[in-house]
């Protein structure tokens, strides 16, 4: 076992899957100098500047040359530096690698990980800070993952390369420090299979990427209460574990859906529309989604805190419900 | 066999392929009219000479990415026609199997990698592609061809410069054919236009006329032999003229009709004819050339037309392997 952070155990994911696969392959901004938060630190030395590439600023090349190395058997992984960078590549992602199997009737697909390090870290404000996981979720063709620990971001970000189909796979900018102990042969994971966090029976909290940690920690002040609480880490977004979820509501009755997007429109109301088309008679209470207000996200620290659902909302609004 | 002979044959040849491309495309726009294609068709009248000129000087191996305007290039690829006219019509034995259509066709069975949809969009497309070849350590270049619109599209600038810093295995074909939709490109278009745009890349840039058939095979060969040899990306500026509208709908209206006339007179086909005359190549060979060709495209219209429409499943077929995209997924 070795104690790993979350960027650590990103870092080890690709190198292993690189070593194991010479189709696999990196290209994006700044990789040759170890990429802009240190997650590709060393991989050129050991790779070389082929397959961990540099690429110029140009967002709608490196997805769309990565979607032509794909058609063409390689599996490239981009790096997009921010998620809000990939919007300057919406075509490439969205018109081109989420459609290209389909609407060519499956004579080929597009084997592409594009990371897009997500959310609020540091002020990073408007242009830096988004969370978009929602957009993705919508698009026929692609997968969407939003790992909350590093061990599922080691053990994803594997099952990501490894997949035939583009994967849009979002880390949490404030998870890079968060540590694991890992052991030395971690297999992939598996798209589509949440992780119970904590097993309660009186509420079932849902959540994904840093917003796991919150919803955590008011299961825990809430246990101390006698409330008992199910934290569901969902882990990919699409698929998304709708077993896992009406399963744990069926039992508890209650759900409260916490994540760090903008609420309107976010991926919890499907979460929500789900659970309530799906287990309408059996609620104790009305579904509660907690997210964002609607609003860019701001620099000064006092307002980008006021977008944050904390622990403490999540614990209200648990308790709102009983 | 003397060189003069075989040119003259190659060029018959030429002459041959391209008018199986017109009359692709006349069959399909009757049965666009006809209700049987079912969405936009964008035929590429009068530029067949670039398709035949440019992809039909390609290997087997080659890959090329293509236009919404490709019928052509994806004919001269080796594509079926058949299959292109069933995909046309929406139906089961399509190259998509029906769910691409015109806009989106592929074969990658003959390296066809895609029309799109996207005017430009294929450029990075192509670089990646000619990324992967180098990476892999093959011998190939990859062909993108795209009209003169897309030189003001963000993925033109991106693309090439791309295809220069890692000196990919690519050629770019501009067809310029002079129009973007319905607007004459030249008014929306600063500078110089498309090879300037390349040459200021780094790209070594190539003017052909691209109503000239045997031209466009002739320069087409020596640049892929230039890529094939280390030479790096290159640029194929070939100067051509739609003949018609930008669907097949669009009347053009928009063009004086002393203008169209007087282009007609340049038609690629009617060139190369002129040009076997010369050397004595009689009316019946020629005239064969088109009637053989309206008889081939007859035959894959009919086929197309009796073809079943795809089944069922295939609305949930090649979404993606994991999730599941039926509605039915909800029902508990």
């Known amino acids: 076992m070795v104690t790993t952070t979350y960027m650590e155990a990103g870092r080890r994911a690709l190198a292993e899957e690189m070593r194991r696969d010479p189709t696999v392959w990196a290209l994006g901004e700044d990789l040759g100098r170890g990429g802009v938060f240190g997650q590709y630190a060393g991989m050129a030395e050991e790779f070389g500047p082929l397959r961990i590439s540099d690429a110029p600023i140009s967002e709608a090349a490196i997805l769309g040359s990565a979607v032509g190395a794909a058609l063409a058997g390689t599996r490239p992984v981009v790096e997009m530096r921010f998620a809000d960078f990939a919007l300057c590549a919406v075509d490439e992602l969205v018109n081109q690698a989420a459609k290209a199997r389909y609407m060519f009737g499956g004579q080929g697909g597009v084997p592409l990980v594009v990371r897009e390090p997500m959310g609020m870290w540091r002020s990073s404000a408007a242009q830096h800070s988004q969370s978009l996981e929602a957009w993705y979720v919508h698009i026929p063709g692609l997968t969407v993952v939003a790992p909350a620990t590093p061990g599922d971001n080691l053990r994803l970000l594997k099952a990501a390369i490894r997949s035939d189909d583009p994967v849009v796979y979002l880390e949490h900018k404030d998870l890079w420090g968060l540590e694991e102990e890992l052991g030395d042969d971690e297999p992939p994971g598996d798209l589509g299979s949440a992780r119970i966090v904590c097993e309660g029976s009186d509420a079932t909290v849902v959540s994904w990427s840093a917003m796991v940690r919150n919803a955590h920690a008011a299961a825990e002040t809430l246990a101390e209460e006698g409330v008992s609480v199910e934290v569901i880490d969902l882990r990919t977004l699409w698929p998304w574990d709708r077993e896992a979820v009406l399963a744990s509501v069926r039992r508890t009755g209650r759900l409260v859906v916490a994540h760090e997007a903008v609420s309107v429109g976010g991926f919890g109301a499907e979460v929500a529309a789900v659970v309530s088309e799906a287990l309408f008679g059996s609620l104790k209470a009305p579904v509660k989604r907690l997210g964002a207000p609607r609003v860019p996200i701001p620099y000064a620290k006092p307002l980008e805190d006021m977008l944050r659902v904390g622990p403490d909302a999540i614990a209200a609004a648990i308790r709102a419900q009983l | ?332």
């Open chain 2, 1 to 332: 066999m003397n060189r003069p002979n075989l040119d003259l044959e190659r060029l018959a040849d030429r002459h041959r392929r391209m008018h199986r491309i017109r009359a692709f495309e006349e069959q399909a726009v009757a049965a666009l009219e006809e209700g049987l294609v079912l969405g936009a068709i964008h035929p590429s009248i009068g530029q067949e000479a670039c398709a035949v000129g440019a992809v039909g000087s390609l290997a087997r191996e080659d890959l090329l990415l293509s236009t919404h305007r490709g019928h052509g290039h994806t004919l001269e690829k080796g594509a079926s026609a058949t299959a292109m006219m069933r995909e046309l019509f929406g139906r089961e034995g399509g190259n998509c199997g029906g769910k691409g259509g015109s806009m989106h066709i592929a074969d990658f069975s003959v390296g066809m990698l895609g029309a799109n949809g996207v005017v430009g969009a294929n450029i990075n497309i192509a670089a990646g592609a000619a990324h992967a070849v180098r990476l892999r350590g093959e011998r190939r270049i990859v062909c993108c061809i795209f009209g003169d619109g897309a030189i003001n599209r963000g993925p033109f600038l991106e693309g090439l410069n791309w295809a220069r810093v890692f000196d990919l295995p690519v050629l770019f074909v501009c067809e310029d054919n002079a129009f973007a939709a319905t607007t004459r490109t030249e008014a929306m278009t600063g500078g110089p236009g498309p090879a300037a745009r390349a040459e200021a890349l780094g790209i070594p840039s190539h003017a052909a006329d691209g109503n000239d058939v045997g031209r466009m095979a002739e320069v087409t060969a020596e640049l892929r032999e230039r890529i094939l040899g280390g030479g790096g990306p290159q640029f194929l500026w070939a100067k051509t003229w739609r003949l018609t509208g930008h669907t097949a709908v669009d009347k053009a209206a928009y063009r004086d009709a002393g203008e169209v006339a007087e282009r007609w007179k340049d038609d690629p086909i009617a060139r190369a004819a002129e040009t076997l005359r010369m050397h004595g190549v009689g009316e019946e060979t020629l005239s064969g050339h088109r009637e053989a060709a309206v008889e081939e495209m007859r035959a894959a219209y009919e086929e197309a037309k009796a073809a079943p429409w795809p089944e069922t499943a295939a609305l949930y077929a090649d979404v993606q392997d994991v999730g599941d995209p039926r509605e039915a997924a909800f029902r508990w």
